[in-house]
């Protein structure tokens, strides 16, 4: 006997009608028919996908809670459809120190919905060893915040946790060159105009190329493992391949607002579109059917409030909450056919657990968690911020429609969101 039946639930891209069998949170029995007079749950042949994973989330907690907490951002998280999220280390304080990753934990333990890990800041050198302990996902770097010589003594002290042997260390990088910024905004700036249109060529395709190419010559001479988040433009992932092909050890990650949107849309929702890197102009953008050359989607969930969004383009806070939007939007590129269920769990389950040694989840499988997410096709909607569960109400897609939604979401067989309806708190850290 097991715990609960997922009864006819549609797999794809096989297009195949199973029941799964539930115990103790993880998948223990598929067999084309459930069990009669055993508790279960008639999913009526909706699609099922396993429980998506989002890389990168920034939860505001601590110290910026008035944005986002981490009971909100997972609120948002299961109501889209994520089972797992990953938060950024850019919080007050950083999640710099054992001392402040120890307490971001206990944060999420009381607050979230769904399973955790957390991505490490660098502060001083000396905090990286006992920071690597705690089981970081990755060490996340913002190249524009570092100058040459800092970053590569980043490299330099993480090169020696690999050297101490165990877990092969990681490096995210947050790809924008810190003198190319400077420089650009600078330049832009003193043109004393302030449209929000400005703000792409206050940080232009140069920045991000640049800063690429010095992560990729960094993870080649030491020889480490690196992540490229949010990559915006098809001059970055042609580097990105190329290194790949030379033998580097080199995942790349691409974000809803760059894949589906262009520098118009600066013009169209003003500072609500802002973000870094920038929104492309359509020339310079990753194009959908560059997907197979990305690793991963991250939504980059970047919540802010609207006063904070609401100033001239130069003030204004960068970054867009994705994580309600993001399922629909994609699931109604696999309806209109750019895109598969194979590319949407490769890129939001498969690989972000590969990626990021996430073992017992991403797949469909016997022995895995619980985790899943049902989808409805035939329902439409349209995206409306009002309704979104995040603290932050705005967003680029506003008004976008769509078709495909998230209907309920499962942690390790537990059911998150069912509908309208949130589940109380059950998030586990997924390296403990
Ligand atoms: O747009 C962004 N917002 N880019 C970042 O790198 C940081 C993020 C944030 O934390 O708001
Ligand atoms: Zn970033
Ligand atoms: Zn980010």
């Keep these: ?28 029995a598929l067999k084309k028919i459930a069990p009669k007079r055993e508790e279960c749950i008639n999913l009526r042949e909706s699609v099922i996908l396993p429980g998506l994973i ?5 939860f505001r907690d601590p110290g910026l809670t008035y944005k986002e907490d981490f009971r909100t951002g997972t609120m948002a998280a299961a109501a889209g459809g994520f089972t797992t999220v990953i938060d950024m280390p850019n919080t007050r ?8 990753f ?39 770097l913002y190249m524009d915040l570092l100058d040459d010589d800092t970053l590569e003594g980043i490299f330099r002290e993480i090169k020696n946790l690999q050297n101490d042997g165990g877990q092969e260390p990681l490096i995210s990088l947050h790809c924008e060159d810190k003198e190319t910024v400077e420089s650009s905004t ?13 703000y792409a060529r206050a940080r232009p395709v140069l920045a991000e190329t640049t800063a690429v190419s010095k992560a990729l010559k960094l993870a080649g001479k030491y020889g480490l493992k690196i992540h490229i988040c949010h990559v915006s433009t098809e001059e970055s992932l042609g580097l990105i391949d190329e290194a790949k092909k030379s033998g580097l050890k080199v995942t790349s990650e691409i974000t809803p607002h760059h894949l589906l949107l262009n520098s118009s849309y ?13 929104l492309r102009d359509q020339k310079d953008k990753v194009e959908i059917g560059s997907l197979n050359d990305v690793d991963i989607i991250g939504t980059d969930h ?22 309600d939007a993001t399922l629909p939007l994609l699931l109604t590129q696999i309806k209109q056919r750019n895109l598969t269920f194979t590319d949407l769990k490769r890129l939001l389950c498969e690989n972000p657990a590969i990626i990021f040694n996430i073992k017992n989840k991403g797949f469909i499988k016997r022995g895995m968690d619980a985790d899943f997410v049902v989808v409805d096709m035939r329902k439409e909607g349209i995206i409306e911020p009002d309704k979104f569960k995040s603290k932050a109400k705005y967003s680029p897609f506003k008004g976008f429609k769509v078709k495909g939604m998230p209907v309920m979401t499962m942690v390790r ?13 059950q998030g586990n850290f997924i390296y403990s």
């Design 302 to 323: 970047a919540p802010h409030t609207i006063p904070e969004k609401e100033q001239n383009v130069w003030n204004a806070l960068p970054g867009i909450p994705n994580l």
């Design 54 to 58: 989002d890389a990168h989330v920034h």
């Design 413 to 425: 067989g537990n059911v998150v969101m069912e509908d309208d309806h949130l589940s109380k708190n």
């Design 102 to 140: 120890k307490e971001k934990l206990k944060i999420a333990d009381h607050k979230s919905l769904v399973d955790y890990g957390l991505h490490a800041g660098v502060g001083k050198l000396k905090d990286i060893k006992n920071l690597f302990k705690l089981k970081p996902a990755s060490f996340k």
């Design 186 to 198: 600078l330049k832009m700036r003193s043109k004393g105009r302030d449209k929000p249109e400005l």
């Design 93 to 100: 304080p950083p999640t710099d120190t054992a001392k402040a």
């Design 266 to 278: 600066l013009r169209k929702c003003g500072n609500f579109a802002k973000t870094n890197p920038p």
């Design 1 to 28: 006997m097991v715990d609960l039946w997922l009864k006819d639930a549609k797999i794809v891209p096989e297009n195949m009608i199973v029941s799964l069998g539930i115990e103790d949170g993880k998948i223990a």
